[in-house]
């Protein structure tokens, strides 16, 4: 029987050694990607065991059963935990302490749940929503002309923040033969009717999806206050060129309509009063941009914050509304409307606390026109009797925008947390992997290079990188295996596979469904033959769009189709996406109030964004934002392809389950194998379907050397048959293990053949 022995790690930490029962039957279920639930992600395994109430143990849970005890173990926390084999490392992940039996009024024994890293990730994400992620605040920008029409040519913050061509309300179309346009949507460019064509306001903000996993990695981490940091790999999550992920962007649209909400609210301005520096006294605060440190020692400290409004002239009539907001979780702290005056004020009582603490708070002040001000923050230090709270004196610091008291302006701004879709960050990044295939484990492996990280990669290169593994692919367990009792069970019991988005709510989308009865980027795979049974469900929380290259409508060709083949005047180099429903009868149809139409809430939007360059002089797009007409060759065009591609040659990748008709080449590529289950699916789920493929289960003694160094990516042999693993169930105690093993077809080694 092999020793098996669990560290916990306790608040100094160092690991402490459990003591285990000699009895104890210790079962870990490992597994990756589980044929029968290959949606599921972040697989990973819990255990639940029981330790003796021992002398040392009861050290290590600081007699959890008395509630009396002061600072003692806290088992609402999960704690770093190491399981060993025989004095060598098996695995990492975190322990719970769940419960205490007591038999005669005496501790018994600990219930404890051993969770592996993967499942933690869960648990340090919990309910936090894309909103939660304070980095992305970084690329809060004013939104004007300017930004936007340079968002919508190059990006702004190196292209992090982008507006692509996605209306939320006004329908474009082009026509070429209107010198003078009649309606708002025509986007072909001339010098007149200043008020026709692209304004700044038809546009939304998107944010690169990796800057969105930067943010998550920034949050999660020890020093934010979380029990371990969040760092994924870069071996999918990178922007590497010709990476399918590389130019993945997320929609900032929050509601429907303009920014802000629906097109008939009145808009509000904000401004996020930032940059803050001392003018006198410090309080120990250290202060960096929008965030305050101070260190306080016991019970002993108090702070209220003050901020003051002082605004002159005409801006003394101007109402408007302070609000102070966690700058972690989103919440308002405080807020309070104010009426005329020069000078207006908010106090805020910030909590006393006996350790270390982030104060985090960013001050927005909203108007609903433009209100030029010089805020000014009063912290006050109240000095606190320990037992009576009662405040033996104070201490002042005040705070002025750069430290000398600047005055600055709300304007209409995009608060990029304030814009993210609904939608939780573990439902985003499930989503990712959902869509791409993708598969995330733990490294606990001390030799690696990415030791601690989360490794992510699709599914197919998990596999492929097997080789680079301690057993370099594969072990043979001819001789480990228990032959006298095995089961063989067909792979999976559903017929057929639906990949597929949310339910489309935009116009194209809706108009694809209904001439075709096929939702558009979705896809279905069957078992020939099979009729009975379920369909499997692969889901991802996003919405799909179909976008439009724009015809011109002083058209002279026949159709779309003969003009990309043969090339014409008529096709343009525009391509949109339309946030709206409903139907459109004419041209005359581009306004709420002659279209029958209506603008709509999308589910988070992810999409692919591509930089047209090069339009020529004349083809170009109308930009009316700017007093005089103004005609733009570039922009980013909203696709879900990663690149262009021509007419006879595909883009390398789409975000499309299925093959698609391409909406920029409007070339169907039909077989080409560049749609997300033919990239990241088909290879695994083919297999699945394989009349030949069978689920084996079977039972193991294998050796230390296997079980320790064993990776779920590991093939294994058995008489000459290679296996990929499906799942392992090992006890520890009594050294068998039940595998799950599914063959791969067509690969039979000859025994003279090394793996």
Known sequence: MRQVILYIKDNDGNFQQTEMF?????????????????????????????????KENNKVFNHWYNYNIDNGFDNRIK??????????????????????????????????????????????????????????????????STNVKNGLQTGLSSGKIIY??????????????????????????????????????????????????????????????????????????????????????????????????????????????????????????????????????????????????????????????????????????????LGSGASRDMTVQLVSTFDLVNYQIKWIVESNGTLNFTPSLNMTEYILNPATQVPTGTNTAVFNIGGSGGSISTTSEIIITDN????????????????????????????????????VDTLDSFYADAVNNSSQGSYDISSMIDTSKINVDAPIDYIGIDFKYEEPSTLLSINHQEQFNDIFGNESVKIEGKVEGEIYDVKAPFEHMKYERIIDSNKTGTSPYSAITSPANYITDIMWGYSADGDFESKTDVTPNTGNYSPVLTKPLIFNAVQITGISSGKGIKWI???TPIQITQYYKPSNTNESGTVSTAPSYTINFDNEIDEWNLTDYDINTNSLFKKFYSSYVNSLFDVKKRMYKVKAHLTMEVLINLRLNDRLIINNQVFIINSIKTNLKTELSELELLNVVDNYIPTYQPW
């Open 420 to 455: 993210v879709p609904k939608i939780k960050v573990i439902d985003f990044l499930t989503g990712l992997f959902k869509v791409f295939n993708l598969t995330a484990y733990y490294i606990d492996n001390v030799q690696d290079a990415d030791y601690g990280k989360i490794y």
């Open 79 to 144: 704690k770093d935990a190491l399981l060993e084999i025989d004095y060598s490392p098996f695995k990492k992940g975190k322990v719970q302490l769940q419960s205490v039996n007591l038999r005669d009024g005496e501790p018994f024994s600990y219930k404890l749940v051993f969770y592996g890293n993967t499942i933690n990730l869960k648990d340090l994400l919990g309910d936090d929503e894309l909103s939660n992620l304070d980095q992305l605040d970084n690329y809060t920008h004013d939104y004007t």
């Open 625 to 627: 934002s700017d007093g």
């Open 164 to 337: 692509p061509l996605i209306s939320h309300t006004k329908r474009f179309y082009y026509d070429s033969a209107e010198s003078t346009p009649n309606y708002d949507g025509n986007l072909y460019y001339n010098t007149t009717q200043n008020n026709i064509g692209l304004g700044f306001d038809d546009l939304k903000p998107a944010i690169k999806c990796f800057t969105i996993i930067e943010a998550i990695e920034n949050k999660y981490t020890i020093a934010n206050g979380f029990s371990s940091d969040v760092v994924f790999t870069r071996d999918f999550f990178n922007e590497t060129a010709g990476n399918p992920f590389k130019n993945l962007f997320l929609w900032l649209s929050r509601n429907k309509g303009p920014v802000g909400g629906d097109e008939n609210q009145e808009a509000i301005l904000s401004r996020i009063c930032g940059s803050w520096g001392f003018s006198s006294g410090d309080l120990g605060f250290n202060i960096s941009g929008d965030i305050w440190t101070v260190s306080t020692s016991g019970h002993t400290r108090r702070y209220d914050a003050q901020l003051t409004i002082t605004t002159a002239g005409a801006n003394q009539s101007i109402p408007y509304t302070v609000k102070a907001v966690d700058y972690v979780t989103g919440n308002t702290i405080a807020q309070l409307a």
């Open 22 to 54: 000699s009895d104890e039957s210790i079962t870990i279920t490992s597994k990756l990607q589980d044929a029968r639930d290959i949606s599921k992600v972040f697989t990973d395994f819990t255990q639940t065991f029981t330790v003796p109430a021992s």
